[in-house]
């Protein structure tokens, strides 16, 4: 730290490089961080307000790991209020360092971020809702095919096929925002309890496993927060949904699904999963899963040895 201090105070590395090694310092160090803060501060603030955007990521990130390291008392009312001002102005145009960023900020703030929920939280449903862009071209000449940033390109028969992985990136992480939010802040996000119901169809996403997943880690925490709220039929649509998944038979998320329903029944009290009827039933579902996905697994393995016999 002291190197990067010297280094910095003699203009001997970039500044945005400096922020992030301090922000990869503070997220390591975490309390620790607490004797350099009064040095580092004065070097990463100013970059909140820049225009160079390298630079103004660098500080949200660096901003956002101080404040976690620190805790948002110390860090300070002005500098929450210049971060979040700043994360504001620029969430209409997300970017990976602002919505990690600002899912950081409302896990440090809690209760705190209250003053900011009903003009970031709106903001956030828009990105994890937003319908994913898709390109298709009729060609895979790629003389005729225009590229854009952002998107992944794959050549299907005749046709190539692009989808903003940039979308995609930031759906996943406005989930996260999402989860933060209703465990962090759940008194704030009860005015949007029906709203959170439509995150529900994205267990199936089709596009990403990482927005499926992010979906499987938030539902048990969404049936604590329904069940808070007495709001026992969004808890067993959940149950519900996890159940049909599960039935799909795949078996590289089955893990990640049964530890989400695991997390959901410990919480789920409401009446109709009381009953004697339920629990054989889900254990039928559940075993004849792992059963199709076992013989699944089995025959691929087979197919594997014969392939083998064949090239030999």
Request: with cysteine.
């Given at each position: 730290m002291n190197a990067l201090l010297k280094l910095n105070e003699e203009g001997d590395m970039y500044s945005y490089s400096t922020l992030d090694c301090f922000a990869a310092i503070a997220d390591n160090v975490e309390e620790e961080f607490l004797k350099y803060y009064e040095k580092v501060l004065p070097i990463v603030i100013p970059g909140i307000s820049s225009t160079e955007k390298r630079m103004r990521e660098s500080s949200w990130m660096c901003c956002s790991l101080i404040a976690t390291s620190v805790k948002k008392d110390k860090f300070g009312e002005a500098n929450i209020k210049l971060l979040m001002d700043s994360l504001l102005h620029h969430i209409d145009h997300p970017t990976e360092q602002v919505m990690d960023t600002l899912q950081r900020m409302i896990i440090c703030l809690g209760s705190d971020f209250t003053p900011y929920v009903k003009t970031i939280i709106p903001k956030i449903f828009l990105i994890a809702y937003d319908q994913v862009q898709i390109r298709i071209f009729d060609t895979m000449r790629e003389e005729d095919i225009v590229e854009e940033e952002g998107f992944e390109y794959i050549g299907i028969q005749h046709r190539k096929i692009g989808i903003s992985m940039k979308q995609i990136e930031n759906k996943s992480?406005?989930?996260?925002?999402?989860?933060?939010?209703?465990?962090?802040?759940?008194?704030?996000?009860?005015?949007?309890?029906?709203?959170?119901?439509?995150?529900?169809?994205?267990?199936?996403?089709?596009?990403?496993?990482?927005?499926?997943?992010?979906?499987?880690?938030?539902?048990?925490?969404?049936?604590?927060?329904?069940?808070?709220?007495?709001?026992?039929?969004?808890?067993?649509?959940?149950?519900?949904?996890?159940?049909?998944?599960?039935?799909?038979?795949?078996?590289?998320?089955?893990?990640?699904?049964?530890?989400?329903?695991?997390?959901?029944?410990?919480?789920?009290?409401?009446?109709?999963?009381?009953?004697?009827?339920?629990?054989?039933?889900?254990l039928q579902i559940i075993n004849d899963s792992v059963t199709n996905i076992t013989n699944k697994i089995a025959n691929r393995e087979e197919d594997d040895e014969e392939d083998l016999k064949v090239s030999n």
């Open positions: 992480r406005a989930i996260c925002c999402l989860h933060a939010a209703i465990v962090h802040c759940s008194n704030d996000m009860v005015e949007y309890a029906q709203e959170l119901t439509n995150l529900f169809p994205l267990i199936s996403f089709a596009y990403s496993d990482e927005v499926r997943l992010a979906i499987f880690s938030i539902l048990p925490s969404l049936l604590k927060f329904y069940k808070e709220q007495n709001m026992d039929n969004f808890c067993e649509r959940i149950i519900e949904i996890l159940i049909t998944k599960i039935t799909e038979n795949n078996e590289e998320e089955l893990d990640k699904l049964l530890i989400s329903l695991r997390e959901c029944l410990e919480v789920a009290t409401v009446p109709r999963l009381e009953t004697n009827a339920f629990v054989p039933a889900m």
